[in-house]
């Protein structure tokens, strides 16, 4: 998993991006029946912001192992790299959202300020973990969300691994709870090719799947969510095993 990690960009946006990319808002996190799930956690702001709304928020990445100089250097070089990205591919980060780029770069500046303050002030809150095995019991959280990982790296996540660590975000959470999972598409913005294959073999786990569309507010277009529940805890002992991809 080092080998991994080492090729992902460890990146920090804010708590108003994720509500943006996962099709939530401040209202329904403050109303959540339980903990939130952010798998992988990366350097974002969301605990931290999130606490103010009352909502509790545990983080999870293997980053979170690492000594605290390396993880600021890890996000601080995301930053560089994204802003590199910026420059060099700019039709991939497109206006009103990400414009003007040092606008939507301080965005991530504060949010990894709020990381790094609330790491060393609620380190609880920082769980190391990595997909597929988190270290969490059995329906643990109201709500997952999963950004910018499963689908954005498939170098590095296989069909069969995607498969794999989506389950496994539905095993850890709650049977009336749901997991979303944002984007369905590449660092090149290339749509997962087989997403059917994977929704067809996390069905044979027993795991529902739907694509919700939300609106981008932004710029009127509309964002693809991977929306997943097992409805019944009986058959959470599926999810560990079960037919493969
Ligand atoms: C692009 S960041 C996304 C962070 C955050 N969700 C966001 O949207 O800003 C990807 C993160 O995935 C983490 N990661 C890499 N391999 C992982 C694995 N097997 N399981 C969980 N997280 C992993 C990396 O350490 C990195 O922090």
Known sequence: ????TARVLVTSRPLDEYCGLFGLTRARLAALPGP???????????????????????????????????????????????AAAMDTRPELYPAPRHRPYERYLRSWDRARRLFT?????????YVAGALPRLPFADGTFALTLSGYL???????????????????LVRVTAADGEVRVHPL?????????????????????????????FPRPEDGGTRRVLVLRTADHRRRAALRGGPGF
């Open 117 to 125: 303050a609330d790491c060393a002030a609620h380190p609880q809150q």
């Open 36 to 82: 939130l799930l952010d798998c992988p956690g990366g350097a974002a702001g969301l605990a931290a912001e999130a606490r103010e709304l009352g909502c509790r928020v545990i983080a999870t990445d293997p980053a979170y192992a690492w000594p605290a100089p390396e993880l600021a250097a890890r996000a601080l070089a995301a930053r560089a790299a994204m």
């Open 1 to 4: 998993m080092a080998d991994i």
């Open 185 to 213: 598409h590449d660092g090149a913005s290339r749509r997962c090719p087989h997403l059917d294959a994977v929704r067809h073999a996390l069905g044979e786990r027993r795991i529902a799947s739907e694509i919700h569309t």
């Open 150 to 168: 499963v689908f954005a790296y498939p170098e590095l996540f296989g069909p069969a691994q995607q498969v794999a660590a989506l389950a496994e």
